[in-house]
């Protein structure tokens, strides 16, 4: 399994990005995860960083390195990546379970409350999951945050929701 | 007959940049475009670009249209749409037809940025209604907002196709599988995984072999490929479908740099016959410059780099900017075109175009 190959990150490529947080760090509390990993020429997540967490520097299509230290998970990378690749994991959401903000740019968009199907990087159904939040303030430019809790066991499988069907 | 200092044909990402250029430095500008809007095919780009802020990384292609067509217009640049430029002759009089009649204009300098047409795959069935170009799809959901089916295919794993198959998804069709003939993906991993997520296959080592259908496609014939691209019997699947979508690559629109007895050279990396042209982007002809997708296929992010590079050398050559002035201009554009070309994806084409370039500086 390679992102060339099946175009999606396997777990080998996931250990290997600069962009993901320690599974230490994961422990307390939100933090973002760049799933970036290939070496292109972008680097607004550097700029969106308040916290002056994301270093990509010069060339520009240096990986994304996170330093998880700075962090605060407020999620401000996550609508201005072009890839729509970053997400914020937060696994002290709760006893069982833990938030996973992802980007979303489908419309109807979910509802705060609604439960909806997560889905992992390949598409597949892995668990229900409520909607917590979602951020869609005009400063993203139609690329919603959603904001979804998920069993803490699920929340570095979870990348997407199924989409929203109403009538 | 009209006349002009700088007659552009093309505005697109590369025409536009350049007679923003070219025109702030005081350059008179005439952009003629065959099209009713001008923008080329930006207006249809609803994801956000990839690049640096300077690249308007993070800003959906139909917001830096809007930027780039208000200050066209901020600049005071001539626009004729709905024009066809169908003939250069000579030093530079271009033949334009507008409302069925033909006119002529005179131009000291002529930019073509023509852009780049679609290539075709053919298998049986390919004439059914419901085959169609990726850009034509498109120009369907995202300009016309009509759904031209609910089930598509997707041959090609370029941005191109990618892109256009979650676009299509957003539009909300069913994309059942992006195929690719190559074993490997060949747009962006982030483009691929946004499909994947939302359940799209991306199949590689396969390719279309067949559109069955009795008025229009009905089922998409699959079939996997050996390492000599040969299909393997007995491996064929059917689905069904109603669009076949193409993305098999571009070619540079390049008739009126032919016709203008530009040299060329046939480059595989940029999309085929390029008109040979230096780090000015003028061609062998002299008054004659190229932009964008004609001088290689790339990005509109560099065809907006290239134009205003363009646009930078023609107001030098026309007395606007000093030799000075035009060289820190210059380099900055330089800067950003070399940072956009870094990288395992943009490779081949820095080291195509360097190559191309190296002619023709010397020539």
């Known amino acids: ?167 | 007959m009209r006349e002009t200092e700088l007659a552009i044909v093309g505005a697109g990402p590369a025409g536009l940049s350049a007679a923003i250029e070219a025109a702030s430095a005081g350059v008179r500008v005439t952009l003629v475009d065959e099209n009713q809007r001008p923008g080329g095919q930006l207006f249809k780009q609803i994801h956000k670009f990839f690049g640096s802020k300077e690249h308007y990384a993070s800003v959906r292609g139909f917001d830096i249209g809007t930027k780039l067509l208000s200050e066209v217009e901020k600049q005071g640049v001539e626009v004729m749409l709905d024009s066809v430029v169908w003939g250069i002759f000579g030093t530079h009089v271009l033949g334009i037809i507008h409302d069925q009649k033909n006119t002529y204009l005179r131009a000291q300098k002529v930019l073509l940025a023509t852009g780049a047409i679609e290539n075709a795959l053919a298998f049986p069935g390919w004439t059914l209604p419901g085959v169609m170009g990726a850009g034509a799809i498109q120009t369907l959901i995202n300009i016309d907002r009509v759904l031209p089916g609910k089930k598509a295919i997707m041959i090609g794993s370029g941005n191109v196709g990618l892109i256009v198959s979650y676009q299509l998804l957003q539009a909300g069709a069913q994309v059942i599988a992006v195929v690719e003939a190559a074993p490997k993906i060949g747009g962006y991993g982030v483009h691929a995984s946004k499909l994947r997520r939302n359940g799209v296959p991306i199949l590689t080592s396969t390719t279309v072999k067949e559109a069955k259908g009795k008025e229009k496609v009905e089922k998409a014939v699959l079939v996997a490929l050996d390492q000599n691209w040969n299909q393997i019997p007995g491996t064929e699947s059917e689905y069904e479908v109603d669009m076949i979508c193409l993305a098999v690559g571009l070619s540079p629109l390049s008739e009126l740099a032919w016709m203008a007895g530009c040299q060329f050279e046939y480059i595989p990396e940029l999309g085929g016959h390029v008109p040979i042209h230096d780090l000015n982007m003028q061609t062998t002809v002299p008054g004659i410059y190229v932009a964008g997708d004609l001088a290689g296929i790339e990005e509109a992010s560099t065809a907006m780099e290239e134009g205003k590079l363009a646009g930078i050398a023609i107001a030098e050559a026309l007395g606007y900017l000093s030799p000075e002035e035009a060289k820190i201009k210059k380099e900055a554009v330089s800067r950003r075109l070399d940072s956009f070309r870094k990288g395992p994806f943009g490779k081949a084409v820095r080291k195509a175009k360097a190559r191309l370039q190296r002619r023709g500086e010397v020539q």
């Open chain 1, 1 to 167: 399994m390679t992102l060339e190959k099946d175009g999606f990150l396997s777990p080998e490529e996931l250990t290997r990005l600069p962009g993901i947080p320690s599974a230490e760090r994961l422990e307390q509390g939100p933090v973002a995860v760049i799933e970036c990993a290939q070496e292109i020429p972008c680097n607004p997540c550097e700029e969106a960083c308040p916290a002056g967490a994301i270093q990509v520097g010069e060339p520009i299509t240096n990986l994304p390195v996170l330093e998880s230290d700075k962090c605060t998970g407020c999620g401000l990378c996550i609508p201005v990546c072009p890839g729509l690749a970053i997400f914020v994991v937060d696994m002290t959401y709760s006893d069982r379970e833990a938030t996973v903000q992802l980007p979303y740019e489908f419309l109807p968009l979910p509802q705060k409350g609604e439960l909806v199907t997560a889905l992992d990087r390949e598409g597949k159904a892995i668990c229900p999951a409520r909607v917590v939040n979602v951020r869609n303030p005009k400063k993203f430019d139609h690329t919603a945050v959603i904001a979804i809790a998920v069993p803490k066991d699920k929340a570095m499988n979870v990348r997407n929701i199924a989409l929203i069907r109403r009538q």
